[in-house]
């Protein structure tokens, strides 16, 4: 009878997700038998899962196969298969294509660099790295959209929602950079709109800014800001500042910077016996190894960031509103006492603080439901404050004999295209790949760099992640706003 009952078993082989799935259950104290019953597998099946439970987890944690990958196998050439996926991602982030030919050089590029002999980039190898990593081709334009909007939605519904499973509204984050070009005025419009400011000269009146803020709106971070200059005259005597300060002689925003900064976030919630989850996009900048206690740093899928980020759904627009909303002032109280307008970096850093204190619960709100990743009260679903500088622009597009088809939108738009974080080189990912594996437990084919290698943590977080990808073409460097 029980034999007969056992052949009624059919073998399924369950995908990584499912079997990630199973042992939450199994931990909710759940009975196995009565999970084995709900999958249709026999006991022994739930059984040999949760003997393999390290090395599911530290496939999920680490992103190292995609969710539905049912075989728990990882190539023969792990280094150059995370260093290839770790450029992949590097390039989705900035939606560039991606084909099969550029991975497969990237492969022999990063093969060489790693001292690895013996590794053939072909096309099995090629097709074996896409089912791994669960990678499929779709065509540039508008199916492209609809696939980074399938893959957002995806996200939404199952890696946010266990994600987010033990932290309130309150404790969810989102950061992100924005690039600001502080001294433009109204008639430079034109000129600077759509410059990404690589760190040329228009980089010593720049500068970048970090935001982060929770999901109600009832918690806004202290704006980090960075300049060009350390200490630049107009703050030599300067006893504080209204946000933090950070210099970088291209005003970009750094993997040592972002690190000091959750650090400095970590130690803020620790004494304060508070844990968070921050979400941000995986530019370069943000591919760091600290060892934190008190924030869990959690990176958007590289092809959807657009579709996904709360900031920038409009938080970033409504700061940079209220900021030109104020430099637009100024300009009207010199234009009409016949003085000239300057804004120097400590004035800058005022303002946009100010800007930022400025943009209301009921904004950051509307912009985390766009987002899709929370679900608010009818009553927030009004319509978000905008700083309404109509009737000024209007004059101070007659007093400065501008065009007049330049808009207060073109104005507070300008320098969303400038970049806020240099490209991830050969060298860094080569580097974070082989720190990544050996904390992971992996093959490290390199131990002498590893020990030189200055590290705080544990692994970086989800630093393996990727979602789809179209064809690829060669790239600028993160951008501040998609």
């Given at each position: 009878?029980?034999?007969?009952?056992?052949?009624?078993?059919?073998?399924?082989?369950?995908?990584?997700?499912?079997?990630?799935?199973?042992?939450?259950?199994?931990?909710?104290s759940?009975?196995?038998?009565?999970?084995?019953?709900?999958?249709?597998?026999?006991?022994?099946?739930v059984a040999?899962?949760?003997?393999?439970?390290?090395?599911?987890?530290?496939?999920?944690?680490?992103?190292?196969?995609?969710?539905?990958?049912?075989?728990?196998?990882?190539?023969?050439?792990?280094?150059?298969?995370?260093?290839?996926?770790?450029?992949?991602?590097?390039?989705?982030?900035?939606?560039?294509?991606?084909?099969?030919?550029?991975?497969?050089?990237?492969?022999?590029?990063?093969?060489?660099?790693?001292?690895?002999?013996?590794?053939?980039?072909?096309?099995?190898?090629?097709?074996?790295?896409?089912?791994?990593?669960?990678?499929?081709?779709?065509?540039?334009?508008?199916?492209?959209?609809?696939?980074?909007?399938?893959?957002?939605?995806?996200?939404?519904?199952?890696?946010?929602?266990?994600i987010?499973?033990?932290?309130?509204?309150?404790?969810?984050?989102?950061?992100?950079?924005?690039?600001?070009?502080?001294?433009?005025?109204?008639?430079?419009?034109?000129?600077?709109?759509?410059?990404?400011?690589?760190?040329?000269?228009?980089?010593?009146?720049?500068?970048?800014?970090?935001?982060?803020?929770?999901?109600?709106?009832?918690?806004?971070?202290?704006?980090?800001?960075?300049?060009k200059?350390?200490?630049?005259?107009?703050?030599?005597?300067?006893?504080?500042?209204?946000?933090?300060?950070?210099?970088?002689?291209?005003?970009?925003?750094?993997?040592?910077?972002?690190?000091?900064?959750?650090?400095?976030?970590?130690?803020?919630?620790?004494?304060?016996?508070?844990k968070?989850?921050?979400?941000?996009?995986?530019?370069?900048?943000?591919?760091?190894?600290?060892?934190?206690?008190?924030?869990?740093?959690?990176?958007?899928?590289?092809?959807?960031?657009?579709?996904?980020?709360?900031?920038?759904?409009?938080?970033?627009?409504?700061?940079?509103?209220?900021?030109?909303t104020?430099?637009?002032?100024?300009?009207?109280?010199?234009l009409?006492?016949?003085?000239?307008?300057?804004?120097?970096?400590?004035?800058?850093?005022?303002?946009?603080?100010?800007?930022?204190?400025?943009?209301?619960?009921?904004?950051?709100?509307?912009?985390?439901?766009?987002?899709?990743?929370?679900?608010?009260?009818?009553?927030?679903?009004?319509?978000?404050?905008?700083?309404?500088?109509?009737?000024?622009?209007?004059?101070?597009?007659?007093?400065?004999?501008?065009?007049?088809?330049?808009?207060?939108?073109?104005?507070?738009?300008?320098?969303?295209?400038?970049?806020?974080?240099?490209?991830?080189?050969?060298?860094?990912?080569?580097?974070?790949?082989?720190?990544?594996?050996?904390?992971?437990?992996?093959r490290?084919?390199?131990?002498?760099?590893?020990?030189?290698?200055?590290?705080?943590?544990?692994?970086?977080?989800?630093?393996?992640?990727?979602?789809?990808?179209?064809?690829?073409?060669?790239?600028?460097?993160?951008?501040g706003?998609?």
């Open positions: 009878m029980s034999s007969g009952s056992s052949a009624k078993k059919k073998r399924r082989q369950f995908s990584l997700k499912e079997k990630v799935d199973i042992l939450s259950q199994v931990d909710a759940k009975k196995q038998i009565h999970i084995a019953n709900e999958m249709g597998v026999a006991p022994s099946t040999t899962i949760l003997k393999d439970r390290q090395n599911i987890l530290e496939l999920h944690r680490g992103s190292q196969l995609a969710p539905s990958r049912k075989r728990l196998r990882l190539g023969n050439f792990q280094e150059v298969d995370a260093a290839v996926l770790t450029w992949f991602k590097d390039a989705r982030s900035q939606n560039v294509p991606v084909s099969g030919p550029m991975l497969q050089e990237k492969a022999r590029q990063f093969a060489d660099a790693l001292d690895i002999t013996g590794f053939e980039a072909s096309a099995g190898w090629l097709h074996r790295f896409r089912e791994r990593n669960g990678i499929t081709w779709q065509v540039v334009s508008g199916e492209e959209k609809a696939a980074d909007a399938a893959s957002a939605a995806a996200w939404r519904d199952e890696k946010f929602r266990e987010i499973a033990s932290y309130s509204e309150d404790d969810i984050f989102n950061a992100d950079e924005m690039a600001f070009f502080y001294q433009m005025l109204p008639d430079k419009t034109m000129h600077f709109k759509g410059n990404s400011c690589k760190g040329g000269k228009q980089s010593k009146v720049r500068i970048t800014v970090l935001l982060c803020c929770n999901s109600t709106g009832t918690k806004k971070l202290k704006p980090l800001v960075i300049g200059y350390k200490k630049p005259r107009c703050m030599r005597n300067v006893v504080s500042l209204p946000c933090d300060y950070r210099a970088n002689s291209r005003v970009w925003m750094t993997r040592e910077l972002f690190s000091e900064w959750l650090l400095k976030v970590d130690d803020e919630m620790r004494s304060a016996g508070r968070i989850l921050i979400i941000a996009d995986n530019c370069s900048a943000h591919l760091v190894n600290v060892r934190l206690t008190n924030v869990q740093l959690e990176f958007l899928p590289s092809n959807c960031t657009s579709l996904l980020q709360p900031l920038d759904q409009g938080i970033i627009k409504s700061v940079k509103a209220h900021y030109r104020r430099l637009v002032q100024r300009l009207l109280i010199n009409r006492m016949k003085l000239p307008t300057s804004i120097n970096v400590r004035q800058a850093t005022e303002m946009v603080t100010g800007a930022w204190w400025s943009v209301t619960s009921t904004t950051i709100q509307n912009c985390w439901r766009k987002a899709g990743l929370v679900v608010m009260p009818s009553e927030s679903e009004q319509g978000s404050e905008e700083s309404d500088a109509s009737g000024m622009w209007q004059e101070v597009v007659e007093r400065l004999a501008m065009d007049a088809s330049v808009t207060f939108e073109d104005y507070v738009q300008c320098d969303d295209e400038a970049c806020t974080s240099a490209k991830l080189t050969t060298d860094d990912i080569v580097s974070a790949v082989r720190v990544t594996l050996c904390s992971l437990g992996t490290c084919s390199n131990q002498a760099l590893l020990q030189e290698t200055r590290v705080r943590c544990v692994p970086m977080p989800r630093l393996l992640s990727l979602n789809q990808s179209p064809q690829y073409s060669d790239r600028a460097p993160t951008t706003q998609v």
